[in-house]
């Protein structure tokens, strides 16, 4: 690595050189500063289901689109938006979408970023119609969805689009991604399906790992440091082109959190493409990631077990997700029991919100009930 994540930091926030250099570049961009609302989002196709993605007319632009969702990351925006600037030479534009924050992030973005096209929300409309907004805000031929709580290393933007330029056949694809200056955060994984879900909630994937069958859902052999073709590219950085989208069209908006980018590269692959992951470029993500949904566990959590059967049962029907509720419903009611009798003994925390999570999770199962906060 060419300098550590913390001196990169430091340089991104104090160079007021580079700063005046950007705005040079991209002065004259327009700044979109916008509250959507309902009417403003793309109408499902009657046939398909799929919102329509009515992307600008002045595509072609801009080399790439960065499109970040925000909910309450200001500081982790912050240090994302300097990243950006500071290792990106192609030309680009951001564009940040504020899903109603109530710490300041759009407020610091118009003021400190003018150049940035900003779309902020009413309300918390999720990551897959934030995203979907983003996309149609956007002019460049390139578009990476990021999240907010990254750091650009070496020029990585740069060098994947370059990667995914001279691998055409390639729709959506990851690169590298570092929880510390040394650790690989185990990213991409593969089709969210059934089994998949069983090996998950028996942790059968962790207990036997060394075999092909059962480390599947995570690739757990695969230490990422080569290149290989994968069923699902992490959403927290996704490089696509305008072609793939327009082709596939828009991030299915019935997910509200997770398993949108599961839905999107398997429509992706469908049409003929290939999602791939390549070790060329490398990202920071910054505390291990989760420091959006981290602010709400308990309703994220559940959402993320609603979009698990949400995928199921939209690519396997009414058996997979009977399946798939089943393997819920005993891994929770263990969930629940087990941690609950633990922190009765140990009082400990941990096993006490493990408990809530799974107690939270069977009302969800057996009422539909989610949770607010």
Not at 49 to 70: E, G, Q
Not at 159 to 172: A, S, T
Not at 324 to 353: H, K, N, P, Q, Y
Request: aromatic fraction near 8%; include cysteine.
């Amino acid at each position: 690595m060419k300098q550590t994540a913390g001196a990169a930091l430091e340089v991104m926030r104090s160079s007021f050189a580079f700063k005046t250099l950007l705005l040079s570049r991209v002065g004259s961009r327009p700044r979109v500063y916008a509250a959507p609302t309902a009417s403003s989002l793309a109408r499902p196709d009657p046939v398909t289901n799929m919102t329509s993605t009515h992307l600008r007319a002045d595509s072609n632009d801009s080399s790439v689109s960065v499109v970040i969702v925000s909910w309450n990351t200001r500081d982790l925006l912050r240090d994302c938006l300097h990243s950006i600037n500071q290792q990106t030479r192609l030309r680009h534009e951001i564009v940040v979408v504020d899903n109603a924050s109530s710490d300041g992030s759009a407020e610091m973005v118009e003021r400190e970023f003018p150049e940035v096209i900003l779309l902020i929300n009413r309300d918390n409309r999720g990551f897959a119609i934030a995203n979907n907004q983003g996309i149609r805000a956007t002019s460049g031929y390139y578009v990476l969805l990021l999240n907010p709580d990254t750091v650009i290393l070496d020029g990585a933007i740069d060098k994947m689009v370059r990667w995914l330029d001279e691998h055409p056949g390639v729709g959506c694809a990851g690169c590298q991604i570092l929880e510390t200056e040394t650790e690989i955060q185990r990213t991409c994984f593969s089709d969210p399906g059934p089994f998949n879900l069983l090996l998950m909630e028996t942790a059968l994937h962790r207990v036997l790992h060394d075999w092909p069958l059962f480390c599947r859902p995570a690739y757990g052999q695969w230490d990422r440091r080569t290149e290989r073709d994968v069923d699902v590219v992490h959403g927290m950085f996704m490089l696509t082109n305008r072609l793939v989208i327009e082709h596939v069209g828009l991030l299915d908006e019935d997910f509200f959190v997770y398993s949108e980018e599961a839905d999107w590269c398997r429509r992706i692959r469908k049409s003929g493409y290939r999602c791939a992951f390549t070790p060329v470029a490398r990202v920071l993500h910054r505390d291990g990631g989760g420091n959006s949904t981290i602010q709400s566990t308990t309703r994220m959590f559940v959402q993320f077990q609603k979009s698990r059967l949400l995928y199921v049962q939209k690519y396997y029907g009414v058996a997979g997700r009977t399946a798939a509720r089943f393997i819920l419903f005993c891994s929770m009611f263990a969930r629940w029991t087990l941690f609950g009798a633990m922190s009765c003994i140990t009082r400990d925390v941990e096993s006490r919100t493990r408990s809530r999570l799974g107690r939270a999770t069977l009302r969800f199962l057996l009422s539909g009930a989610e949770p607010t906060s």
